[in-house]
């Protein structure tokens, strides 16, 4: 029998209002459970690999290098778990980086609803 389960969301943004904003956004996701979060890019490694989440939201801040970097380490941390790339920076030459270094998608801050839409769509089930 398939059954669902809480989809574990971290998210990694050095700004607090985008936090807030992502945190509310998220709590009325049926099915979705907040499970940390962490401002800046190295502050989010460490809680990552212990939290285990399945959806992390990740801003690759400045310098990118250490993002790309922090990236490379979340995506080892977490094989399994989709990354979301929600940045200041709409650069194709940084989108691609990012999603040859393991982001499942690369989205700009004007993006947020489309943010949502594909965490409401990633639910996980299990069997049972």
């Keep these: 029998m398939s059954v669902f389960r809480a989809l574990k969301v971290f998210i990694a943004d050095d700004s607090e209002i985008i936090q807030q904003q992502l945190q509310s956004a998220i709590s009325l996701i049926?099915?979705?459970?907040?499970?940390?979060t962490a401002g800046g890019n190295s502050n989010a490694i460490g809680p990552i690999h212990t939290l285990q989440p399945d959806f992390v939201i990740f801003d690759i801040s400045v310098p990118h290098r250490e993002?790309?970097?922090?990236?490379?380490?979340?995506?080892?941390?977490?094989?399994?778990a989709q990354i979301a790339i929600f940045t200041g920076d709409p650069s194709v030459v940084l989108q691609e980086v990012c999603l040859e270094a393991g982001a499942n998608f690369y989205l700009d801050k004007s993006q947020i609803q489309d943010l949502i839409d594909i965490v409401s769509s990633r639910m996980v089930?299990?069997?049972h």
């Design 30 to 36: 049926d099915g979705c459970k907040l499970v940390g």
């Design 67 to 80: 993002g790309i970097r922090v990236l490379r380490e979340i995506r080892k941390a977490v094989p399994l």
């Design 125 to 127: 089930h299990t069997e």
